[in-house]
């Protein structure tokens, strides 16, 4: 009698079977029961939802901390913004682009360059 259930055919269910073979031979979880998979992935997920949900709370404000301290220890005053000088440049690389692509895409008498 195999071990595993029988491979499914091509589809969404070969997908999810793969994972969850690819899933219990990582874990050595083809030789707990039932009641102890169902323990660890329950364990997992909510230690995994933690971690996403502290992520979504905590690191924006953390974020704003940081670029408080290095304009600090750049400019030497907390209050200056720190992306003004990065959306600068970003305008400018944009706008280099698209003044490089007008210029090259109209050639002599109006006909298209490639």
Known sequence: MPHYPPRPSP???RVIWNQRMWLESTFAMSMMQTWEKALIVTVLALVTLLVWFSLYTYFPS????????WSYYVYGDETVEVSAPIKAWIKLQLQNLLG????NTIGEKG???L
């Open 11 to 13: 589809g969404i269910r």
């Open 62 to 69: 953390h974020v704003k901390y940081l670029a408080k301290r």
């Open 100 to 103: 490089g692509l007008k210029n």
């Open 111 to 113: 006909k298209l360059e």
